[in-house]
């Protein structure tokens, strides 16, 4: 599942080769039809955000193909493990980092910690001093 950014070529379909920002300017039907219909067409996010600039006065259009895109992207991505998510995503699962972060929140609940969650993300203080070395 390759996320497709906004100056990226379309792979398939009758306007093969074509930039996926001039299909938005010369044929915003098939964009709309490609976003709501067809699973091989997931744009990144970040189309979206650029879109929003690109063309201010059509802000609730982007915002509404948005949402069919993450809709889509998301009921597609449950057919794929996390690796050949993060693959296809080109980021890499740090297995270690999630070591690390599974110790921390064992020794938090060790140490008489309430919500690690809520203390991880500082809206909560139930521990004032922890030596974590």
Do not use: H
């Given at each position: ?10 792979p ?77 995503n ?14 921390l ?29």
């Amino acid at each position: 599942m390759e996320l497709l950014k906004l100056q990226d070529t379309i792979p398939f379909g009758k306007l093969k080769g074509k930039i996926i920002n001039e299909i938005w300017k010369e044929n915003p039907a098939y964009f709309n039809y490609l976003v709501k219909r067809n699973d091989k067409f997931l744009l990144d996010r970040t189309v979206f955000y650029e879109l929003q600039q690109l063309y201010p006065n059509e802000k609730k259009r982007i915002k509404q193909l948005s949402l069919y895109n993450i809709r889509k992207t998301i009921s597609i991505s449950d057919f794929y493990t996390d690796e050949e998510l993060a693959e296809n995503n080109r980021e890499m699962i740090d297995y270690e980092q999630q070591e690390r972060d599974s110790a921390l929140r064992n020794r938090y609940y060790e140490m008489g910690g309430l919500d690690f969650d809520l203390w991880r993300s500082g809206e909560l203080d139930d521990i004032d001093c922890i030596d974590w070395d």
